[in-house]
C-alpha cells in the first residue's frame, strides 16, 4: 500500500530538487560559469522534445497501431542530420539579430512586421493550449491511478470533479510557480533561461531512466526477452494484425506525412525553438546533439511495443493503454519502480509544460500585447519611465493565462481525446510555420504578403480539417460535420477534403493545410514585392554567413538620433544599471564619447535596436526606435544597392588583405635591395676614382713635365694603361651583370673540358700571383669528363674565385689552392686561401649582388662585389650550386659544382 | 549558395538524411512489411529498429568532433 502522504512527498520532494539544480545553474550563470554551456547538456534538454506523450502516449498508440507512433521520432533523426546545415543556420541568424521566440524570427524575417508576429502567436498559442492540457491531464491520470495502488482503477470523468477537489488544478499552479519563477526572473537582452535548462536536462535524464527501468522489468522480469514477448502476443490476433503495417499506398503516404509532421516540430514547437535555438550557448554543440538526441529518441522508444503489447496481455478491457507503463509495474507490485515510473511522467510532463509556457508567454508579450501597448495614444503606456515592470508583468500573466486555458481546455473537452491525438493536432498547427521560416533562410525573393497568405491559409485548413470535427466531437456542434459535410456538402467533408479518402485525420489535414500554406507562400510571393526593410532582412537572414555579424548593416539606416533620447528608451526596458553598463560597452568596443547632447550614430541606434529586440521583440523594438530616432527611409534601389556593394566590399577586402600582405613583403625587399644598390653606387664610384684619380694626375704630370727622364715616363704611362685596364675590367663586370641579370648574356654551350679550363685561369691569374709572391698548390686531375658549359664564363668564374684567393690569402706569406675532384655525376671546383677567413652570417650572402663580407682584416674590400654574384649566375646557369665554407683565422673555402656531360658513359 | 562552415561534414550529414528517409519510407519500408519474424521479433520492428540505429550509429561517426578538424574544404 502506497500512502497519499508517501507519494506527495516524493513528488513535492522531486519538485523541490527541480527548483535547486534551476536555483543552482542560475547562480553558476550569475558568476558566469555556465553549467549548461555543455553539449550533452544542450542535448538533453533538446529531450524536452519527449512529453507525457511520448511517456504515455506512445505505449497507448503502440497497442492500437504498431508501429505507428514511431515516425513522431523518426522524423527528428532525419531533421537532425541536417542540423550543421540548417538549425546552425536559424541559431546564427537568431544571435546576429538577437531573436528569441519562433513568433519574432518569422517577425523579423518578413520585415519586423508586428502582423505577422501576432498571427504566428495566435496559432502557436491556439496549436499548443490542448497539448499543454493533455500533459496536465497525464499527470493527474498518473496520479489518481497510482495513488489507488495496488488496485488498478481508471479515474472517472473529469468534469464532475469540483476544481477545489481536482488534482491537475494544483499541477497547473505549482508549474505556473516554478515557470514565473524561473522564466521571468528578470527582462534579459538574450532571453536565456539557465536555471531553467539545467532542470530540463535533469528531466530528461530521470523520463529516460524511468522508462527504460519499466522497459526492461516487463520485458525481461514478466517476460523471457523480446522473442519470448512477441512470440506470444502473436497467439492474440488483434495484436498479430498490428505486427505489419497497413499495405495501402495511404498508409505508406500517412507515414511519410507523419515523418515530415514530426521533422518540422522537432524545431518549430515553440518550446524546441527555444532550447535549440534561443537556450543555445554554442553552436559547435550542435555537432554532438546531431547524433545524441537522436539516440537518446532511439532509446526512449525501444520498450514501447514489449510494454504496449504486454499490457494488452496481461489486461482485460478496462485499463487505458496510455497507462500501461505505469499500470502494468502496479499489477505487478513493484512500489519502487511504480514510483520512478510516476516521477518520470511528472518530469516529461512538467519539463514541457514550464519551456513551452515560457516561451509562448514571451512571444505573447513580445508580438501580441507590446506592439498594440506601444502604440495606444499619448499618456499612456509608452511614456512610462520604467517599462521593464509592465513587461515581467505581462509575461507572469501570459503564462498564467496559458495554464488557466490549458487547464480549462483539459478539464471540459480534452477527456475524450486520447494523448496522442491531441499532440499530433499541435504538431499539424506548428508544422504550419515552416514554409514561412524555410523558405524565409533560403529564398530571398520570399515576401510577408506571401508568409502571411500562406500561414492564414495552412491555419484555416487546419482548423477546418482537426479543430472542427473535434468540436463536434466534445459536441459542441449541434450539426454532423464529419459523417455529411457542411451542410450535407460531402466534397467538404473535413476528415475527407475534396473526396480524398485512405490517409488518417493527421496525415490529411497535414497534406491539405502544407499544401495550402506552400501553395499560397510561393505563390503571392511570386507575385508581390518587398519592402525595403524587407528586403534588407532577407539578404541578412539568408546570407547570414557571408555577412559579418554585427558591424555590417550600420549602412541600411540614415537617420539622427540624440543619445540622450537613445538611453532614456533603453532605462525604460532595461533599467538605468544595465543601460549603462551596455552603453559603456558599446562605448569601449567602438572607443567614442557618448555625451549627452552627442548624436548617436546609425552604428548605436542599431546596438540599441538589438538589446530592445532581446527584451521586448524585433517588431517592438522598431516601433519603440521609430518613436525616438527621425529616419531617413532608404529607397528600394538604395537597399540593394548597399547589399550588393557590401557584399563586394566583402570580396575585395579581402583579396586587398592578400595583395597588402604581397605588397608589405616587395616593399620590405625593395627597402633591402634599395640600401644595397646605394651601397653598390659607392662602392662603384669609389672603385672607379681611385683608377680614374691615378690615371688623370699622372697624365697631368706627363703634361706639365715633357721633359721627363725616359725610364720614368715609361713608367708612370705603365700606371695608366693598368689603371684603365682595371677601369675597363670593373665596367665589363658591371655590364656582364646587367646582361646576366636581364638575360641577355649570349651563352655558348659545347662540350668543354673542365681541367683546360682551370689552368687557363691559373695562367690569367698567374702574373698576380707572382707579384704577391703566393704560395700555389695544385691539384687537377688529367683525366676528366667533359661538361657541357661555356668556356668563357667558366674560365670567367674560376678566374674570379682565385682572384679573390689571391687578393684575400695572408698578406705576408700567402698560400692559396685550387682542386678539381671528380665525382660519378659532377666535377668539383675548389679554391681555398690561407687568409683571414668569413664570418659566418656572412656565408650566406657574399654571393647575393652588391654584397661584400665585412670585418674583412684589411678593412674596406677592393671590387665592385659583383665578382662572387657573377660567378653565382654562371655556376647556377650550367646546372650547378656553389658555396664557401670557413673557419675564421683558418682561411676559407670556395667551392662550385659542375655536372659531367655523359655520367653514365664511363661509370 | 553560401554554406555554413564545417561543409565537408554537413553534407556527409545530408547525405545521411537522404539515406534515412530511404530506409524507412515506401518503398524500401514495404519490403519488410510482412508477417514474418526475426528470433520471435516480427520482422518490420526489427527492421526497422536496425535502420534506426544505423543512421544513428552514421551520425555519431560522422559529426564526430575532431575526425574532419584537418580537412580543408573550399
Not at chain 1, 512500489?335 to 516561451?359: H, Q, R
Not at chain 1, 550600420?554 to 532595461?574: D, K, N, Y
Not at chain 1, 674560365?795 to 679573390?804: D, G, K, M, R, Y
Request: with cysteine; hydrophobic share 50%; net charge neutral.
Amino acid at each position: 500500500m502506497l500512502r497519499t502522504e508517501l507519494i506527495l512527498l516524493i513528488a513535492f520532494g522531486y519538485v523541490g530538487l527541480l527548483f535547486a539544480i534551476a536555483y543552482f545553474a542560475d547562480r553558476r550563470a550569475a558568476q558566469g560559469r555556465s553549467l549548461i554551456s555543455n553539449a550533452t547538456i544542450y542535448a538533453l534538454s533538446l529531450a524536452v522534445y519527449c512529453t507525457a506523450w511520448t511517456f504515455y502516449g506512445s505505449v497507448g498508440r503502440a497497442a492500437g497501431s504498431g508501429l505507428g507512433f514511431l515516425p513522431t521520432y523518426l522524423g527528428p533523426t532525419l531533421t537532425f542530420a541536417l542540423g550543421l546545415w540548417m538549425i546552425r543556420k536559424i541559431i546564427r541568424i537568431s544571435k546576429v539579430h538577437r531573436i528569441t521566440s519562433i513568433a519574432d524570427f518569422i517577425a523579423s524575417r518578413y520585415g519586423k512586421s508586428t502582423a505577422i508576429g501576432s498571427m504566428v502567436t495566435i496559432i502557436a498559442v491556439l496549436g499548443i493550449i490542448p497539448y499543454i492540457s493533455l500533459q496536465l491531464k497525464a499527470v493527474s491520470m498518473s496520479y489518481l491511478i497510482i495513488n489507488q495502488y495496488p488496485l488498478i482503477v481508471m479515474p472517472r470523468y473529469f468534469p464532475d470533479i469540483p476544481v477545489i477537489h481536482d488534482t491537475a488544478f494544483y499541477v497547473t499552479l505549482l508549474m505556473a510557480v516554478f515557470a514565473i519563477l524561473f522564466g521571468t526572473r528578470h527582462l534579459d537582452a538574450t532571453e536565456r533561461h539557465e536555471g531553467l535548462v539545467a532542470a530540463v536536462a535533469f528531466e530528461s535524464l530521470v523520463k529516460l531512466v524511468a522508462f527504460l527501468a519499466a522497459g526492461m522489468f516487463i520485458t525481461f522480469g514478466i517476460y523471457r526477452g523480446f522473442g519470448d514477448l512477441f512470440t506470444k502476443a502473436q497467439d492474440l490476433p488483434e495484436l498479430r494484425q498490428v505486427f505489419t503495417l497497413g499495405a495501402r499506398a495511404g498508409d505508406y503516404l500517412g507515414w511519410a506525412l507523419h515523418v515530415i509532421l514530426s521533422m518540422t516540430a522537432v524545431i518549430f514547437l515553440p518550446r524546441q525553438f527555444q532550447v535549440a535555438v534561443v537556450e543555445n550557448v554554442n553552436e559547435d554543440h550542435l555537432k554532438q546533439a546531431v547524433w545524441l538526441f537522436p539516440l537518446y529518441l532511439l532509446a526512449i522508444n525501444l520498450f514501447v511495443l514489449p510494454i504496449a503489447f504486454s499490457g494488452v496481455m496481461q489486461f482485460a478491457s478496462g485499463v487505458d493503454a496510455d497507462t500501461f507503463v505505469l499500470t502494468l509495474p502496479m499489477a505487478e507490485k513493484q512500489e519502487v519502480l511504480s514510483l520512478l515510473v510516476f516521477i518520470g511522467g511528472i518530469s516529461a510532463a512538467t519539463g514541457m509544460v514550464i519551456m513551452e509556457t515560457v516561451a509562448l508567454s514571451t512571444m505573447i508579450c513580445n508580438d501580441l500585447v507590446m506592439p498594440v501597448l506601444l502604440r495606444l495614444p499619448f499618456g499612456t503606456i509608452a511614456q512610462r519611465k520604467d517599462l521593464s515592470t509592465i513587461v515581467l508583468a505581462l509575461r507572469r500573466g501570459a503564462i498564467i493565462l496559458v495554464l488557466l486555458m490549458a487547464y480549462v481546455y483539459f478539464h471540459f473537452i480534452g477527456e475524450a481525446y486520447s494523448l496522442v491525438s491531441i499532440g499530433l493536432t499541435s504538431f499539424a498547427a506548428v508544422a504550419q510555420f515552416a514554409p514561412a521560416i524555410v523558405g524565409g533562410i533560403f529564398w530571398k525573393r520570399a515576401t510577408r504578403a506571401g508568409a502571411m497568405s500562406g500561414l492564414s491559409a495552412g491555419f484555416l485548413v487546419w482548423a477546418y480539417a482537426l479543430v472542427l470535427p473535434s468540436m463536434e466531437h466534445a459536441g459542441l456542434l449541434n450539426q454532423p460535420m464529419v459523417s455529411d459535410g457542411p451542410l450535407g456538402l460531402a466534397l467538404f467533408k473535413p476528415y475527407e477534403l475534396f473526396g480524398l479518402t485512405g490517409l488518417d485525420p493527421i496525415a490529411h489535414a497535414v497534406f491539405w493545410s502544407l499544401l495550402a500554406n506552400s501553395f499560397f507562400y510561393v505563390g503571392v510571393s511570386l507575385f508581390s514585392s518587398q519592402s525595403a526593410l524587407e528586403h534588407t532582412q532577407a539578404a541578412l537572414f539568408v546570407d547570414v554567413f557571408t555577412y559579418p555579424g554585427e558591424g555590417a548593416d550600420p549602412s541600411f539606416w540614415r537617420g539622427t538620433a540624440l543619445v540622450t533620447h537613445l538611453r532614456s528608451l533603453l532605462e525604460r526596458i532595461l533599467g538605468p544599471e544595465r543601460t549603462a553598463e551596455a552603453l559603456s560597452t558599446y562605448a569601449g568596443r567602438h572607443e567614442v564619447r557618448l555625451g549627452p547632447l552627442a548624436t548617436a550614430d546609425p552604428a548605436l541606434v542599431i546596438y540599441a535596436e538589438k538589446l530592445l529586440a532581446g527584451a521586448i521583440g524585433s517588431a517592438s523594438a522598431r516601433v519603440m526606435i521609430a518613436s525616438a530616432v527621425k529616419e531617413e527611409p532608404l529607397g528600394l534601389d538604395e537597399v540593394m544597392g548597399i547589399l550588393d556593394e557590401t557584399r563586394q566590399v566583402i570580396a575585395y577586402s579581402r583579396e586587398l588583405e592578400k595583395a597588402t600582405a604581397e605588397l608589405k613583403s616587395a616593399n620590405e625587399r625593395l627597402k633591402e635591395l634599395d640600401r644595397i644598390k646605394n651601397e653598390f653606387i659607392s662602392t662603384v664610384t669609389h672603385e672607379l676614382r681611385t683608377p680614374l684619380t691615378a690615371v688623370r694626375s699622372i697624365s697631368e704630370i706627363l703634361h706639365a713635365n715633357p721633359q721627363l727622364p725616359k725610364d720614368q715616363h715609361r713608367h708612370m704611362t705603365g700606371i695608366i694603361i693598368k689603371e684603365s685596364e682595371r677601369l675597363t675590367r670593373l665596367i665589363n663586370q658591371v655590364l656582364d651583370f646587367q646582361r646576366l641579370e636581364t638575360g641577355k648574356m649570349a651563352w655558348q654551350m659545347q662540350p668543354v673540358n673542365l681541367q683546360e679550363i682551370c689552368r687557363e685561369a691559373l695562367t690569367a691569374v698567374q702574373p698576380l700571383i707572382d707579384d704577391k709572391h703566393v704560395e700555389l698548390s695544385l691539384d687537377l686531375p688529367q683525366e676528366v669528363l667533359l661538361v657541357r658549359g661555356d668556356r668563357d664564363r667558366l674560365v670567367q668564374a674560376v678566374l674570379n674565385l682565385l682572384s679573390n684567393a689571391v687578393k684575400f690569402c695572408d698578406s705576408v706569406c700567402g698560400r692559396i689552392g685550387l682542386r678539381l675532384a671528380v665525382h660519378p655525376n659532377h666535377l668539383q671546383v675548389e679554391v681555398n686561401d690561407n687568409g683571414a677567413g668569413i664570418q659566418p652570417e656572412d656565408l650566406k650572402i657574399i654571393f647575393e649582388e652588391f654584397r661584400q663580407a665585412r670585418n674583412m682584416s684589411q678593412g674596406r674590400p677592393s671590387g665592385s662585389g659583383l665578382g662572387l654574384a657573377i660567378t653565382r649566375r654562371i655556376v647556377e646557369h650550367h646546372g650547378g650550386r656553389i658555396w664557401a665554407e670557413s673557419e675564421a683565422g683558418r682561411g676559407s673555402t670556395f667551392a662550385f659544382t659542375i655536372p659531367v656531360l655523359y655520367p653514365s658513359a664511363e661509370s | 549558395m553560401p554554406m555554413s562552415p564545417d561543409s565537408r561534414k554537413t553534407r556527409r550529414l545530408a547525405g545521411i538524411f537522404l539515406l534515412g528517409w530511404v530506409l524507412l519510407n515506401y518503398p524500401i519500408l514495404s519490403l519488410f512489411n510482412l508477417p514474418a519474424s526475426w528470433d520471435g521479433v516480427p520482422l518490420l520492428y526489427a527492421y526497422v529498429f536496425a535502420a534506426w540505429s544505423l543512421i544513428v550509429g552514421l551520425l555519431a561517426v560522422v559529426s564526430r568532433p575532431g575526425r574532419t578538424n584537418h580537412d580543408t574544404d573550399g
